[in-house]
């Protein structure tokens, strides 16, 4: 598999990132807290979109405030510094983000009133999205041609494992009152609407002016310019910034350009067996 990825519990996580220490760490030690506000994803679709608009809600609406998220689940923070000291050391409440599948989760999760607001997107953009994205991370291997991994997604061979396990395990705490979830073409298609349903899960009143903002600083091209979110001040040491950026295209449908249809078909079988028990219809449909 090479060196870039460690194998913790059957799933492949970024060495850059974690160690099997720092998974067990936060799974069975990292203390939850009621007030916290998790960002959960499964990668590429659309973790620092809704990071920013968390954000922007925090701040009502005020762009100037920097944003500062905990990388509280990642190895630095928890070999060198003590996570959970850095952790508390946050002005509550918390805003963290997370692509662990559930499984994964803190166990203090369980039981608390922490908030999970968890995006999901249409498998085949996400396909293409991490595709790209794995040439461009130093946290990705280079897993071969487009079919291969293609392959290596359908089977959960990818960092932080299967989609559809990902989304399955998530999906399953829909109806629990600290858990709400939404697709990146809900986003995309109503930016303001899905301001306003996020905002009123998490109990903030914003003035029609502060929701405006958020949908202004939260859009493709305002986040495409800000140094904050966009990725350009990340260490070349993790990215190479001449291959691509974070911020691509920002749109749906983009794997017709990239998957052929057979391959389109692949991912269709495989959603069909994991997501028609879900009883869920979603955009992409
Ligand atoms: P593309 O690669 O398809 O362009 P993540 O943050 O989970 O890594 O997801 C990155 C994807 O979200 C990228 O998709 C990126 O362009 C898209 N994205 C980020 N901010 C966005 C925004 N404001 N509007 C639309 N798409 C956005």
């Given at each position: 598999?090479?060196?870039e990825y460690i194998t913790y519990k059957g799933?492949?996580?970024?060495?850059?990132?974690?160690?099997?220490?720092?998974?067990?760490?936060?799974?069975?030690?990292?203390q939850v807290r009621d007030d916290d506000v998790f960002n959960v994803t499964y990668?590429?679709?659309?973790?620092?979109?809704?990071?920013?608009?968390l954000s922007l809600i925090r701040c009502d609406g005020d762009p100037s405030w920097a944003r500062s998220v905990l990388n509280w689940d990642r190895a630095p923070w928890i070999e060198s510094n003590n996570g959970q000291e850095a952790a508390l050391?946050?002005?509550?409440?918390?805003?963290?983000?997370?692509?662990?599948?559930l499984q994964f989760f803190p166990r203090s999760f369980q039981g608390s009133r922490a908030k999970v607001i968890y995006t999901l997107r249409s498998p085949k953009d996400v396909v293409t999205s991490y595709y790209h994205f794995t040439h461009i991370m130093h946290?990705?291997?280079?897993?071969?041609?487009?079919?291969?991994?293609?392959q290596d997604f359908l089977s959960g061979n990818v960092p932080y494992g299967s989609w559809f396990d990902h989304v399955a395990g998530w999906l399953g705490l829909r109806g629990q009152d600290n858990f709400f979830y939404i697709t990146y073409e809900e986003l995309q298609q109503d930016l303001r609407?899905?301001?306003?349903?996020?905002?009123?899960?998490?109990?903030?009143?914003?003035?029609?002016?502060?929701?405006?903002?958020?949908?202004?600083n939260a859009s493709f091209q305002t986040m495409r310019r800000n140094k904050m979110c966009n990725f350009s001040e990340v260490p070349d040491e993790f990215m190479d910034h001449s291959k691509g950026q974070l911020l691509r295209k920002g749109v749906s449908g983009d794997w017709k350009?990239?998957?052929?249809?057979?391959?389109?078909?692949?991912?269709?079988?495989?959603?069909?067996?994991?997501?028609?028990?879900?009883?869920i219809t979603f955009p992409w449909d």
């Amino acid at each position: 598999m090479g060196t870039e990825y460690i194998t913790y519990k059957g799933m492949l996580f970024p060495r850059l990132d974690y160690s099997p220490e720092t998974i067990s760490y936060l799974q069975s030690e990292f203390q939850v807290r009621d007030d916290d506000v998790f960002n959960v994803t499964y990668p590429k679709s659309g973790t620092n979109w809704m990071l920013e608009i968390l954000s922007l809600i925090r701040c009502d609406g005020d762009p100037s405030w920097a944003r500062s998220v905990l990388n509280w689940d990642r190895a630095p923070w928890i070999e060198s510094n003590n996570g959970q000291e850095a952790a508390l050391k946050y002005p509550p409440p918390r805003l963290l983000s997370s692509h662990m599948p559930l499984q994964f989760f803190p166990r203090s999760f369980q039981g608390s009133r922490a908030k999970v607001i968890y995006t999901l997107r249409s498998p085949k953009d996400v396909v293409t999205s991490y595709y790209h994205f794995t040439h461009i991370m130093h946290a990705f291997k280079d897993h071969g041609p487009l079919d291969a991994f293609l392959q290596d997604f359908l089977s959960g061979n990818v960092p932080y494992g299967s989609w559809f396990d990902h989304v399955a395990g998530w999906l399953g705490l829909r109806g629990q009152d600290n858990f709400f979830y939404i697709t990146y073409e809900e986003l995309q298609q109503d930016l303001r609407g899905s301001v306003q349903r996020i905002s009123r899960f998490l109990g903030k009143e914003l003035s029609e002016q502060q929701i405006s903002s958020v949908v202004e600083n939260a859009s493709f091209q305002t986040m495409r310019r800000n140094k904050m979110c966009n990725f350009s001040e990340v260490p070349d040491e993790f990215m190479d910034h001449s291959k691509g950026q974070l911020l691509r295209k920002g749109v749906s449908g983009d794997w017709k350009n990239l998957l052929s249809e057979e391959q389109g078909r692949r991912i269709d079988t495989v959603y069909q067996e994991w997501m028609q028990g879900l009883g869920i219809t979603f955009p992409w449909d």
